[in-house]
């Protein structure tokens, strides 16, 4: 074992599995501690907590000395340390994270009866693993009450809120919410010091610097409500990594419609895959199953961990996607999503109707086989009509393809057109599977850019 840090209550240690040869974090705190009875009641709250990107309990122990805390080891750069190396990060970049430690305080903020306050939220206590955030060290962590109640408050200069400076004072949701706002700072500016808008010489965009500021409020009821309307507000600000006017109130989602040659192409394997990626990326991605195979609910079953909303979304290792459950249940992807992927299966008709209707980016699934040609074909007039002005943006995709790529594969039209090569778990794509899975998320921005432009050069005449 190896010592891996220290807190306010106890020490970390790095220890190995020796079943399962893996690394876990142990937290040490002596019961000699003054908090120590604190510490243990919230343990057994933390211990509750599933949810990517927080790390899982896995023990609680103790002997006559010691209580124990067991939980998975994070791998992973500070947030802290990745600024000091890399300097600070581009708008785009900040808010992609930004929207992620929001995902996390806002579970936080509902997984119990009680609000889950983290309440030293700071750089150095995010960690950052393959682009995904992950938050550590839960040593101030309590619910609201029992946190209002503590008889000293601790916090990170720069990023603590006016009222953990005094015990008069409730803490709330809100206590978390100022803390964002610092670190959204500290990503922009590389500073957590007031006044850095000022004193770096950083130009940052209008709407995040009133993000920020509405943040940071000394009185909290200026502040954001909740993490999800901090989300929300970042989400209008930037949409797929490009950013727009803050009163931009009227954006719809991306809509991507999926679809097979025949059962067994790989439709769903492809929406499961590119979900994953998307939501790995930061963007807000909801898979959307409008075809009856059921893979979404044996997916949750066989994952473990999954959990469903108010709303009847599955939240599978950190990707929300949405089960058949008829045509009669509708849900509003408008605004809430940056991306709806729309897996139909082999419904042509069904998803024929649904690219009438609005605006969307095809992208039909083919198997390897020579024999599926006709099938294809067959497709591609069922959804769109045979006439080459009926299509809108559209990528074949060829599921586990070889060689190159040939004229026959265009099946008489001009798609995008991608090679699928072979992995086995959409949440595991390897190098292979994320470079194809970012070429075609990289081709549906172009197609998407390249449709608004021309909606834009246009919009004059509905004036």
Not at 277 to 305: D, F, P
Request: proline share 4%; glycine share 8%; with cysteine.
């Amino acid at each position: 074992m190896q010592t891996v840090g220290a807190g306010r209550t106890g020490t970390v240690w790095k220890a190995v599995h020796l079943g399962l040869n893996e690394y876990r974090a142990i937290k040490c705190v002596p019961k000699t501690h003054k908090d120590y009875e604190e510490f243990r009641r919230e343990a057994l709250v933390l211990k509750e907590l599933k949810y990517p990107g927080i790390p899982l309990v896995y023990d609680l122990e103790e002997d006559s000395h010691y209580f124990y805390l067991i939980e998975e080891y994070l791998e992973g750069n500070s947030l802290y340390d990745l600024i000091q190396d890399q300097g600070p990060f581009q708008e785009a970049e900040a808010v992609r994270y930004g929207r992620q430690i929001c995902s996390l305080v806002e579970y936080l903020h509902h997984s119990c009866d009680k609000p889950i306050l983290h309440l030293d939220l700071q750089p150095k206590n995010l960690m950052i693993w393959k682009g995904t955030v992950q938050l550590i060290d839960f040593d101030h962590a309590g619910d609201s009450d029992s946190a209002s109640l503590r008889k000293e408050r601790y916090g990170t200069a720069g990023c603590a809120a006016p009222e953990l400076y005094t015990t008069d004072q409730l803490l709330d949701q809100r206590t978390d919410i100022y803390a964002i706002g610092a670190i959204l700072r500290f990503m922009l500016y590389g500073t957590l010091k007031a006044g850095a808008e000022t004193d770096c010489g950083i130009t940052v965009s209008g709407p995040l610097q009133n993000i920020i500021k509405k943040c940071m409020e000394p009185d909290r009821t200026k502040r954001y409500p909740s993490a999800k309307e901090l989300e929300l507000a970042l989400e209008r600000s930037v949409r797929g990594g490009r950013l727009i006017s803050a009163d931009n109130n009227a954006v719809s989602s991306l809509n991507i419609v999926i679809a097979g040659s025949t059962p067994g192409a790989g439709a769903t394997h492809l929406a499961f895959g590119l979900c994953v990626y998307l939501t790995k990326m930061g963007i807000k991605v909801l898979y959307e199953e409008r075809n009856q195979t059921g893979a979404v609910r044996r997916m949750a079953e066989s994952t473990g961990g999954a959990r469903i909303d108010g709303r009847g979304i599955y939240h599978i290792q950190g990707c929300l996607m949405k089960p058949w459950y008829g045509p009669a249940v509708k849900l509003d992807t408008n605004t809430e999503f940056e991306v709806v992927i729309k897996d139909f299966g082999t419904n042509w008709e069904e998803a024929g109707q649904t690219l009438k209707e609005k605006d969307h980016f095809l992208t039909a699934v083919i198997s390897e086989n020579l024999w599926e040609y006709g099938k294809a074909k067959m497709m591609l007039e069922k959804m769109t009509g045979s006439k080459e002005e009926n299509m809108g943006p559209m990528a074949l995709v060829w599921r586990h393809a070889r060689g190159k790529k040939n004229k026959d594969m265009t099946l008489g039209h001009k798609p995008f057109l991608f090679l699928e090569p072979e992995y086995i778990s959409p949440f595991e794509p390897g190098a292979e599977g994320v470079s194809f899975l970012r070429s075609l998320w990289d081709c549906i921005q172009k197609a998407e850019k390249k449709q608004s432009m021309k909606k834009r050069r246009f919009s004059w005449f509905r004036q």
